[in-house]
């Protein structure tokens, strides 16, 4: 088994595959433009939007870490009022400015305020200047529970950076699909009218042997209903063609009237490693494993934040106060205070029920972890079989094509030395074109299937086409 798994994977050149020239189709028409594969993507990247409406949410993510936590801002304050004392028969203003600043990383708030006014038993004005510091020594500790929210907020934008990209991935990966499908109902097009042409030609020459009294009303009549047969299948054909031709010209936005013809790539066939060497290097350097160790390290520091939480709100204050009279502060008396200030819920039911809930989702991220290992590993291991089967099921098809069309000579022969029915002459039309269309099928999904491997390795997109891409969008954003 190994060593069919290592033989097969010479068809995995997981970076150039879908970026190698191939040869164009030989039905390919003169008249019509050859859009070949690379002319493709080319054009749905610089037309089609859908790419830029899911990496224009890559660059909110830059913002998300002044969004969610505490602001390191220097906030003013200003109270301006005006006072009657009604019994005294006087009125007098009175300010307050004060200036605060936090440091959230240390958890550090530093406050100055200043206030003048009268007071009710002195006209005289008075003010007040003071300057005070509280830092924090139990909840938020020197701004640990901060710094755990900002390694947290980090590791969120990580993964949402590499959910833009796989986002992108995914639709990139779908356009290919459907290139292919247009490709797989172009070909199975040109086998319905080849097909179907081939059996107008037989009618026609039945038609001459009918007027020659050499074949039967009823023969003539079979074959006229295998021409409706086949034009029948025609018109779905042509349906399913123009379908994903639609689908081909909404991608690359094309408003001119032209037929496109499909060139695809030739996937290249190259030694690889083995399939567990592969599996090793996708856990170690794809962005999947990436996401899933960053969600298991987040959850594992929600559980530390909230720990932090059950602590008591204790703060040191330190602090000077000057007063005087009139806005000069004069004649000031001065002094240093110190102290403390605690605040302390209990039970401190919440905040221990989302400590509590945080360890059990910490739990469910470790179990999500093991699973999604054996999850992929399987996903990608069966992905591996089908490739294998899709390899050995087209050389099967070509030997069958090679077959059918010897058959299809020999019954022409014998049908026309009556050594066999016209039955078996149709028949054999009919065995050819079915295994024209099996080949075709397994030709699609053989590829269609790369394109999935390379999407759940994450090796579909090229990281400098989104980075260019990202520049471009901020120039526009701008």
């Given at each position: 088994?190994?060593?069919?798994?290592?033989?097969?994977?010479?068809?995995?050149?997981?970076?150039?595959?879908?970026?190698?020239?191939?040869?164009?189709?030989?039905?390919?028409?003169?008249?019509?433009?050859?859009?070949?594969?690379?002319?493709?993507?080319?054009?749905?990247?610089?037309?089609?939007?859908?790419?830029?409406?899911?990496?224009?949410?890559?660059?909110?993510?830059?913002?998300?870490?002044?969004?969610?936590?505490?602001?390191?801002?220097?906030?003013?304050?200003?109270?301006?009022?005006?006072?009657?004392?009604?019994?005294?028969?006087?009125?007098?203003?009175?300010?307050?400015?004060?200036?605060?600043?936090?440091?959230?990383?240390?958890?550090?708030?530093?406050?100055?305020?200043?206030?003048?006014?009268?007071?009710?038993a002195s006209r005289n004005?008075?003010?007040?200047?003071?300057?005070?510091?509280?830092?924090?020594?139990?909840?938020?500790?020197?701004?640990?529970?901060?710094?755990?929210?900002?390694?947290?907020?980090?590791?969120?934008?990580?993964?949402?950076?590499?959910?833009?990209?796989?986002?992108?991935?995914?639709?990139?990966?779908?356009?290919?699909?459907?290139?292919?499908?247009?490709?797989?109902?172009?070909?199975?097009?040109?086998?319905?009218?080849?097909?179907?042409?081939?059996?107008?030609?037989?009618?026609?020459?039945?038609?001459?042997?009918?007027?020659?009294?050499?074949?039967?009303?009823?023969?003539?009549?079979?074959?006229?209903?295998?021409?409706?047969?086949?034009?029948?299948?025609?018109?779905?054909?042509?349906?399913?063609?123009?379908?994903?031709?639609?689908?081909?010209?909404?991608?690359?936005?094309?408003?001119?009237?032209?037929?496109?013809?499909?060139?695809?790539?030739?996937?290249?066939?190259?030694?690889?490693?083995?399939?567990?060497?592969?599996?090793?290097?996708?856990?170690?350097?794809?962005?999947?494993?990436?996401?899933?160790?960053?969600?298991?390290?987040?959850?594992?520091?929600?559980?530390?934040?909230?720990?932090?939480?059950?602590?008591?709100?204790?703060?040191?204050?330190?602090?000077?106060?000057?007063?005087?009279?009139?806005?000069?502060v004069k004649n000031d008396?001065?002094?240093?205070?110190?102290?403390?200030?605690?605040?302390?819920?209990?039970?401190?039911?919440?905040?221990?029920?989302?400590?509590?809930?945080?360890?059990?989702?910490?739990?469910?991220?470790?179990?999500?972890?093991?699973?999604?290992?054996?999850?992929?590993?399987?996903?990608?291991?069966?992905?591996?079989?089908?490739?294998?089967?899709?390899?050995?099921?087209?050389?099967?098809?070509?030997?069958?094509?090679?077959?059918?069309?010897?058959?299809?000579?020999?019954?022409?022969k014998n049908y026309s030395?009556?050594?066999?029915?016209?039955?078996?002459?149709?028949?054999?039309?009919?065995?050819?074109?079915?295994?024209?269309?099996?080949?075709?099928?397994?030709?699609?999904?053989?590829?269609?299937?790369?394109?999935?491997?390379?999407?759940?390795?994450?090796?579909?997109?090229?990281?400098?086409?989104?980075?260019?891409?990202?520049?471009?969008?901020?120039?526009?954003?701008?």
């Amino acid at each position: 088994m190994l060593n069919q798994m290592s033989r097969l994977f010479r068809i995995f050149t997981l970076i150039s595959i879908l970026f190698v020239s191939g040869e164009m189709s030989a039905h390919a028409q003169t008249q019509d433009e050859i859009l070949s594969f690379e002319r493709f993507l080319e054009l749905a990247a610089i037309n089609d939007k859908e790419f830029e409406q899911i990496l224009i949410d890559e660059l909110t993510l830059k913002y998300q870490k002044r969004l969610k936590l505490p602001a390191k801002d220097l906030v003013l304050s200003l109270k301006q009022q005006h006072e009657f004392y009604l019994s005294q028969d006087r009125q007098s203003p009175d300010t307050t400015v004060g200036l605060t600043k936090l440091f959230p990383l240390s958890g550090t708030e530093i406050a100055v305020d200043y206030q003048v006014g009268a007071s009710l038993a002195s006209r005289n004005k008075s003010s007040e200047l003071s300057f005070t510091i509280a830092q924090p020594i139990a909840e938020n500790a020197f701004g640990r529970s901060t710094q755990l929210l900002d390694k947290i907020v980090g590791l969120e934008v990580d993964v949402a950076s590499h959910q833009v990209v796989e986002a992108y991935e995914d639709y990139l990966a779908s356009i290919i699909l459907a290139y292919y499908t247009w490709h797989e109902d172009y070909e199975n097009l040109l086998i319905g009218k080849a097909s179907y042409n081939q059996n107008v030609k037989l009618l026609d020459s039945m038609n001459e042997r009918e007027k020659q009294k050499i074949a039967l009303p009823i023969d003539v009549n079979k074959v006229r209903l295998q021409v409706l047969s086949k034009k029948e299948r025609l018109t779905e054909l042509e349906e399913e063609y123009k379908n994903s031709l639609n689908i081909i010209q909404r991608i690359i936005r094309s408003q001119e009237k032209v037929v496109y013809v499909p060139q695809p790539t030739e996937p290249m066939i190259l030694v690889s490693e083995s399939f567990e060497d592969v599996f090793k290097s996708f856990m170690d350097l794809s962005r999947t494993f990436d996401i899933i160790k960053k969600l298991e390290d987040k959850s594992s520091l929600e559980v530390d934040r909230d720990a932090d939480d059950l602590l008591p709100s204790i703060n040191i204050i330190a602090g000077y106060e000057m007063s005087g009279d009139d806005y000069a502060v004069k004649n000031d008396d001065d002094f240093l205070f110190a102290g403390i200030t605690m605040e302390w819920p209990f039970p401190n039911q919440v905040a221990r029920a989302e400590y509590e809930v945080s360890k059990i989702m910490n739990k469910k991220q470790k179990f999500s972890t093991v699973n999604t290992y054996y999850r992929l590993y399987t996903q990608l291991m069966n992905l591996y079989l089908q490739i294998e089967r899709e390899v050995k099921l087209i050389d099967i098809a070509e030997e069958r094509i090679k077959l059918a069309k010897s058959i299809l000579d020999d019954e022409g022969k014998n049908y026309s030395f009556g050594k066999v029915t016209l039955n078996d002459y149709i028949q054999a039309f009919n065995n050819l074109d079915t295994t024209r269309f099996n080949k075709i099928a397994h030709d699609s999904q053989y590829r269609k299937l790369l394109v999935e491997w390379l999407r759940l390795n994450d090796k579909l997109v090229n990281k400098s086409e989104i980075t260019a891409k990202l520049n471009k969008l901020k120039t526009e954003v701008k």
